[in-house]
C-alpha cells in the first residue's frame, strides 16, 4: 500500500489516531457511513491510497461541489478533535490482490502508530438466523480486544453471534461482509 500525502501533510503525525474504513459489502453500508463521517466532521483530506488491490477510480468531489480535487479508489482524511483517520475505499478489492493490500495497511498502520483499527461492514440481512437477529436490532459488533468488548457490552451493543456450520464447528458467519473475515484472522 503506498500513501500518497498532500504536499501539506507529508510530515502528518498519526500516532494513536483510529482508522476507520469501509468494508465494500452488501448494501455499501460501510462506505455510506465513511462518507457521513467525512462530510459531517471537520475533515481534512490528507492523501490517496495506491495499490493493485484497487480498481482504478478518478471522480470529481462528492463532498463539495465546487471543489477542484479528485477523489481516487482510496482517499484518506483525517479528523484531528476526534484522533481520526478516515480512509475511504470506493471500489471492492481484486480478489488475488486482496492479501496483499491488507497485510500491507496493517503494516502502514504499525509504522504511523495507528492505535485502533474500526472496520465498517454490512451482512446480508436473509442470513439472519436466530430469534434475536431477526426481531432485535440488526447491528452487532465483532473486537479482537477484551476491553472494547466490555466497554461496548456495557453500553447495550450486540456482539455478533457464532453460528455452528455442517462440521459442528462455530464461528462467525459473515455472508457478504467484503474483506472483514481476512482481516480479523490476519490480527
Known sequence: ???????????????????????????????????????????????????????????????????????????????????????????PLIKKERQTFLKEMLSWCKDVAIKNIIILASCNAFERWEHSQIMGSQLRYLTTLAEDREALRSLGAVELEEREDEYGQKHRFLSGAGYVEHLMKMR
Open 1 to 91: 500500500m503506498i500513501f500518497y500525502p498532500k504536499k501539506e501533510f507529508v510530515q502528518i503525525n498519526l500516532s494513536d489516531y483510529t482508522l476507520i474504513l469501509p468494508s465494500v459489502s452488501v448494501g455499501n453500508v460501510g462506505q455510506l457511513a465513511v462518507d457521513l463521517l467525512i462530510s459531517t466532521l471537520p475533515s481534512v483530506k490528507i492523501g490517496i491510497v495506491h495499490h493493485a488491490a484497487l480498481y482504478p477510480l478518478v471522480g470529481s468531489d462528492p463532498y463539495n461541489a465546487d471543489s477542484t480535487e479528485v477523489v481516487t479508489s482510496a482517499d484518506l482524511h483525517v479528523v484531528r478533535e476526534h484522533s481520526m483517520v478516515l480512509m475511504q475505499i470506493r471500489s
